[in-house]
């Protein structure tokens, strides 16, 4: 394909999707006179994002937008890995069908380095000292900036930041006999979701199974930090076979197959929160940012009955992830200033206000801002704010196993390769979580598919 990188045809090879566009003309990139558009009642922005109840509440704000700015917004909602798979090939070849991708802090650095999104660094200089004022870039929690950002400069604004945390369902723990410390081991949370479903036949614990690096790897990787395990030790040799790796894999299959819920492997984070939150299970591991909405009387029944534990541990004891869904301007965009008001107008602490007024306090947007998490209202309808906002300050995201190792990221590796080699242990873990194979051979298969990876992409000789 002419005009496409080889970093971007690796890109799209590892997403699955086949080349059949051809490629961008050369003034497609958007850095030509006038492809920039101010903004106004005759443009459109078109914006790729998630279907999760955040993202839709911004969907059903943003015609507050359009009439602050005249500026019109049309969404593209997708299933998590489509909308990885859909927004990568439109920047890889330049296509410039979205303006704005919703993306995660494992894509942002990726996408800076091959000049896929644009540096906001020059937005933010030519913003007045009332508008840098009043949108306080300060204001977002360090942690999540220094995620996305490449060489000092920031890709992209956080929508929601997230680390992970254990929720329980009071009465039904109560009904079971079990009692859930703040600080829990992995083994406790195992021991009462066993018999949660001795005592009420209900599913004892709610995880990840749905294939993808992003949806069942996102916990599992956290389980195996905890048990001692890793991806690759510090000379890029796959560890996906050795003990503790095994031993967490094993672990997580187990608790699926002893008290998980029917179906695990049709079941990502819009799922488990819906079983969550109709009172269907005893215990739910996931994002931190699940918590509003498990707490909004709209979506949740079993408000007032939730309790809240830091994430889970074992050999590891700072387990829980980092991860923010955030907004960025593709380079090819024709509207980019236009882009910039909506994504500086969409992390605002105006739009948190926002949603907080218009939506209830429990689901304003949570994990980027310290103002939130000293916000009165916000502490006062959201009982699991201290220990969201510890996680996110304490995320061991650069140093996220107990060993040593050359990448970065708690529930995932920081590695282009990533978003290919992730999905496919996942698909081999989810074989072994149906039945259909074993555990050893799922991680045999892996670490064969790690080490080529480390090898295709230049990291191991």
Partial sequence: MKGVSKIAIMFIFLFGVFLTACAPSADSSGEGKNQSDKGGSDTTLTIATVNNPDMKSMQDLTSEFTDETGIKVNYIVLPENELRKKVTEDVALGAGKFDIATIGTYDAPIWAKNKWLISLDDYFNKMSDKEKANYDLDDVFAPIKNALSYNKQLYALPFYGESSMLYYNKNILKASGVAMPLHPTWQQVADAAVKIKEKTGKTGIVLRG????????????????????KWYNENWKAQLTNPQTEQAVQFYVDLLHKAGEPGATSTGYTEALTLMSQGKAGMWYDATAGAGNLNDKENSNIVGKVGYAYAPTANKKNTGWLYAWSLGIEKSSKHKDAAFKFLTWATSKDYVKLVGDKKGWVVAPPGTRKSTYDNPDYKMAAPFADIVRNSLEHADYDHPTIDPVPYKGVQYV????????GTEVSQQIASAISGDTSVKKALDSSQKLADQSAKKGGYRK
Avoid at 211 to 222: C, H, I, K, V, Y
Avoid at 414 to 421: D, I, N, Q, R, V
């Fill in 210 to 229: 749905l294939p993808g690096w992003g949806e069942m790897m996102a916990p599992l990787d956290t389980v195996i930090n905890a048990f001692g395990g």
């Fill in 414 to 421: 920081e590695m282009p390769e990533f978003s290919g080699l």
